[in-house]
C-alpha cells in the first residue's frame, strides 16, 4: 500500500475517532448538567450510566472485530494472488495486488464488521447492568426448582449473550463461505462440489461453533417456557420440553463434535447427515412440543400456587405455606 494511501486512511480513522469521541463527550455531559438540575445523585448516575455504555459498546466492537479480523486473516492465508482491472485510456490493465495490500483489506474489512456487529452493545444495558447485580427473591418456582429471580435477571441476560454470539458465530460463516467462493477455494470441480483442505478446516470449526450456539438455544427453551409472562405453559407440554430439549442439545454437540472431526478428515457425507439430522430433530422436536400446548390441558402447576406467584411479583404478602421462601413476605 503507498505511503500516501496510508496517510490518508490514518487521518480518516483518526477523524472519524474524534468525531466519534467528541459526541459520546458531549452526550454525556448534557445528560449530567441535565441531572444536576434535579440533585447531585441523579448526576452522578447519569454519568455513570454514560461510562458503563461505553464500556459495553467498546466490548462489543472490540471483541467482534477481533473475531471478523481472526477470521479474515485465516481467509487471507489461502489467497495466492488477487487482480483486478484498471483501465488507462482504451487500454484495460490487470494488476495483481500484493499480499500486503491484502491484508490490510482484510484488517479493514474485519474492523467494520466488527463495528457492525458490536456498535449496539449497549442497548441492553438495563438487562446486562440486572443480572450483573443479580436479583434474589426468594421465591422458589415450582416447575423446574430455580429462585423467580432468575427468571428476571439471569434468563434476560442469557438471551442477549445467545444473540450476540449467533451474530458472530452465523455472521462469520455468512462471510467467509462468500469469501472462500470468490477466491475459488469453494465450488465446483467436474460437476461435483469441491472444497480445498484450507477452507475446509476453517469451515469445520466455524459450523462447530454455530453448532455449539444451537445448543445453547436448545437448552434455555424450558428456561424460556416457564419465564413466559402472559400464561403458564401446560404440564403435558413442559415435560416434554424437558425432554426434547436436552435431547437437541446433545444432537448439536454431536454435530459440533462432527465438524471438528471433518476439519481434521474430509469424511463430507459424515457432516451432511450429521446437519440433517439436526435438522429433521429440531422440526419433529418442536412440533411435538408445540402439539402438547392444548388451550384446555392441566396447567404445570395448579391455582393455588399461581396466585401466590402472583401475588409475589407484586410485593403482597402470600397465604403462609402457600410457597416455599414466600411465608412472612
Do not use: K
Not at 407484586?314 to 403462609?320: I, Y
Amino acid at each position: 500500500m503507498p505511503a500516501r494511501v496510508r496517510r490518508v486512511l490514518a487521518a480518516a480513522l483518526a477523524v472519524t475517532a474524534l468525531l466519534f469521541a467528541g459526541r459520546w463527550t458531549a452526550g454525556a455531559l448534557a445528560d449530567r448538567w441535565w441531572g444536576g438540575w434535579f440533585s447531585p445523585a441523579a448526576a452522578a448516575f447519569l454519568g455513570d450510566l454514560a461510562v458503563l455504555r461505553l464500556t459495553l459498546d467498546a466490548a462489543g466492537v472490540l471483541l467482534a472485530a477481533a473475531w471478523f479480523t481472526g477470521h479474515l486473516l485465516v481467509v487471507h492465508r489461502a489467497i495466492g494472488a488477487v487482480e483486478v482491472s484498471r483501465r488507462v485510456a482504451n487500454l484495460e490493465i490487470r494488476e495483481v495486488l500484493t499480499p500486503r495490500t491484502l491484508l490490510w483489506t482484510a484488517v479493514a474489512l474485519g474492523l467494520v464488521l466488527g463495528f457492525l456487529a458490536g456498535a449496539d452493545a449497549s442497548a441492553d444495558w438495563p438487562v446486562l447492568a440486572l443480572a450483573w447485580q443479580g436479583v434474589r427473591l426468594g421465591v422458589l418456582e415450582p416447575v423446574l426448582g430455580h429462585d423467580a429471580g432468575l427468571y428476571l435477571a439471569q434468563l434476560p441476560a442469557w438471551e442477549v449473550l445467545l444473540r450476540f454470539a449467533a451474530v458472530l458465530a452465523f455472521g462469520a460463516l455468512l462471510v467467509v463461505v462468500l469469501l472462500y467462493l470468490l477466491i475459488g477455494a469453494l465450488g465446483r470441480v467436474n460437476g461435483r462440489p469441491a472444497i480445498n483442505d484450507h477452507a475446509r478446516r476453517h469451515l469445520g470449526w466455524l459450523l462447530a461453533g454455530c453448532a455449539l450456539v444451537l445448543a445453547w438455544h436448545f437448552l434455555l427453551e424450558p428456561f424460556r417456557l416457564v419465564g413466559e409472562s402472559d400464561a403458564l405453559p401446560g404440564a403435558r407440554m413442559l415435560r416434554a420440553a424437558t425432554v426434547v430439549a436436552p435431547a437437541l442439545a446433545g444432537t448439536a454437540l454431536m454435530v459440533a463434535i462432527l465438524g471438528v472431526a471433518w476439519a481434521a478428515r474430509p469424511r463430507h457425507a459424515l457432516l451432511v447427515a450429521g446437519w440433517i439430522v439436526l435438522g429433521a430433530a429440531t422440526v419433529v422436536g418442536s412440533a411435538t412440543v408445540a402439539a402438547l400446548d392444548e388451550p384446555g390441558g392441566a396447567p404445570a402447576v395448579d391455582e393455588r400456587t399461581r396466585a401466590a406467584l402472583e401475588r409475589a411479583a407484586f410485593g403482597l404478602p402470600a397465604p403462609a405455606g402457600s410457597l416455599p421462601g414466600v411465608e412472612g413476605r
